[in-house]
């Protein structure tokens, strides 16, 4: 180890300072695309989305019903123990989780639960119906569709599936998404059952619901084509609405989940897993590419210091002298009920533990969150020399110091443990500082909706697959796929193509693609000649506006606004009365549309009466009149009458009305 380096005065927050400039951070709202081909950035998405089925893949329990987390028929508890493969080796994630001595507890409701979900019945045969749509949204994926269905088992191994692996099939390979100005390539598309939702996870005690697990869903893999955070984006937006465009899948809270894989050059392949909103992929993803260029300079500079990192040590000893008078609650609620506190020496690693890594965290919080997956130590579980907040006093830090005899260049943690757990979390922290010298690890983070990411799991192994002895192959035949491809949805892009001919406001587009609106939308276009943009802002502007103050989880049946304009057309009324009735419609669905006009007090009125008005509105325009813009006078006769209009006669034709009376009046003066 290098013991020459000139000793300095050591400023954490500083340091932390020196060190984003070294990585070279910035916001992802100042970044440039030259920054991500700098960094070498590379992402690819695994996008689940749950079928609209009404039965679950392998068993003949209703979807769709969600419990209580309170309410439940019975419970299951479950631990996990690792075994050896049929090649003699355990898989890493296996153990990982066996280090955290979980005990796994599934709260089960009889109506959505039976005995296959608790692994006590093989599974029936597949789902019919989800495998007919995974294979439409293939062919919407220009995929090649597999011959002959192969059902293998996926090890899960966070107790989120009773059985320790999911059943999962390909149905579809090698397909393409079109994004601005590139291609995005497609791995496959799986059809397979999903997991449990989670309830609590709390030290040694994780909770699920079984309401969830076994319903049908598809997963779509994509390569790592994306270059950009925009581009992520762009393509999980894209197979979203791809999915929603056949009307087969489910909406709502959970029914879709992106993971998002990242690597930058010299970096590793990094699952970001849990994406719940599409709109947090962008941050994230920059943040991961800067987190892995953060790693690589620290492995840079610990290897400058101790180039064999092999003969590197951490000191681990327990206090031994009175820490009774530390004031910060964790510890002294960890002092009251009899847990160890530790102090722990890393040789070299001054800097180390204030260096930056992503907004609001240091290399320390990768310390902090694999103590609290694999040692189940709940945060704060760890205190550090480069802390900004120091927790100790001048005497106590020199106390710790003595007791772990460090030097110049180290730095010192503190953690408090239970005994059980004491040496799994010593563990923790050595392997933790062992891979930094190696760079990023190969892992699953969990995604945090201010765009950062912490520890969840270490990556499953390359062999987690392997065949379903349960299921038999099932033969998918050319009559079968052309039958479905007949019935096909429009294509995607010529949808996103006909927005852009309708002139439809971009604000409008995501609305109406994630709504599945699009067939609808043409069919009032083509049916009554509405115009395509007030159409389109009929339902993007006005009825979403509606939705967000609508009681939560009350569908509006979108086939009510074509059976409004129906009625308007039918008795020539104009299309815009339809923004002044569908507020009543949204509260009401079931009410008569000639009621609501009544309710609205809506009178017959011809452009003639409406005209008759102008004379007496001129006159009080020209004594409270406050603007001297041309124009003026036209918008304000027209605001006028336009209660008076709506319904009636179309507004540009009120307002051409209008002009040309004021216009032939004003020659007539001159």
Known sequence: MNKNRMKTAFDPKRNHERSMEKVGYVSRKTAKPEIYKQLGFRSGLEIHQQLETKEKLFCRCPVGNYQNFDDYDAEIIRHMRPTLSEMGTYDGTALMEFKTKKTITYRIKNETTCTY?????????????????????????KQNIVGELHITRKQ????????????????????????SGKQVRIIQLSVEEDACREVSDIRHERVYATDRLGIPLIETVTYPDMQTPEEVR?????????????????????????DVNVSIDGGTRVEIKGVSHISWIPELTHNEAFRQKALLEIKEELLKRIPTPTKWKPVFKT??????????????????????????NLPEFKGILSFFTQPGQTFADELVGRLKVIACLERPNMVHSEDLKPVFNEALLAKRSRLLGSGPHDAQIVIWTPEDDLQTALETVEERCRLAFAGVPNETRKALMDGTTVFERVLPGADRMYPDTDSAPIPIRDETIEAIRKRLPVDLKMRLNQLTTWRVPKDSRTYLLRNNLMPIMERIINDFNLDPVF?????????????????????????????????????????????EMLPVIYQYPKMDYRYVLNTMGYK?????????????????????KTSKNPGAESRWIMGNLRPLAVGNIALRELKKEIDNALSEEATGHD
């Not at 009125?605 to 409270?624: A, D, K």
């Open 319 to 344: 206090f031994n002298f009175d820490v009774s008078d530390i004031r910060y609650p964790p510890i002294k609620s960890a002092m009251d009920r009899g847990w160890k506190l530790v102090a722990g």
């Open 156 to 179: 899960y191994l966070d107790g989120s599936i009773p059985t320790g692996f999911q059943r999962t099939a390909i149905v579809g390979i090698e397909g393409e998404i079109p994004l």
């Open 234 to 258: 762009e393509a999980a937006h894209f197979i979203r609405f791809l999915n929603r465009s056949t009307g087969k899948v489910r909406v709502g809270i959970g029914a879709a989940r992106e």
């Open 535 to 579: 159409a389109a802002t009929l339902f993007a502007h006005n009825l979403k506006h509606l939705e967000g103050r609508g009681e939560p989880g009350k569908p509006f049946d979108y086939e009510k606004v074509y059976d409004l304009i129906r009625f308007l057309r039918e008795r020539n009324l104009t299309p815009e009365l339809a923004k």
């Open 604 to 624: 017959t009125v011809n452009l003639e009466e409406m005209m008759n008005n102008l004379g007496g509105l001129r006159r009080l325009f020209r004594q409270i």
């Open 117 to 141: 979900e608790i692994d006590d019945t093989p599974p029936f045969p597949i789902n019919p119906e989800a495998l007919e749509y995974a294979i439409e949204i293939s062919l919407l994926l």
